[in-house]
């Protein structure tokens, strides 16, 4: 729960300055020539959409742990794909990723039986 929490919210920065910079960059084309973008409506979705996965997977943690497994897998490939992996994405592309697999490997919180 708490990775993903963290994830979130380290996304939701990352996911500001990704926005932003396509934005500014669709209004200025002159600043696009330093750090040119191959795909700015990934970026954009993933800006908004992964740190809400992440959040959304860490609060859903303790009654779905496997779904939220799977939002959590989402938002890192999310993050990856969007942004790739940088000082400034590898630890909630990490935190997201690991929590995700811990929620998939988890049993049914506070019992005993796995989801499989």
Known sequence: MVLGL????MGIFVGLFGFG???LAAARPE???????EN???IRFAS???PLLAIAGGAMAKARALWDGGLMLLAAALFYFGFGFNVGTMFPI????????LGIAAGKP??????F
């Open 48 to 50: 908004f959409v992964a």
């Open 40 to 42: 700015p409506s990934l």
């Open 31 to 37: 600043v696009n020539k330093f750090f040119s973008l």
């Open 110 to 115: 506070d019992e005993p039986k796995a989801h």
């Open 94 to 101: 990490g935190f997201a990723a690991l929590g995700g697999l």
């Open 21 to 23: 910079y396509s934005e």
């Open 6 to 9: 963290i994830a979130g919210l």
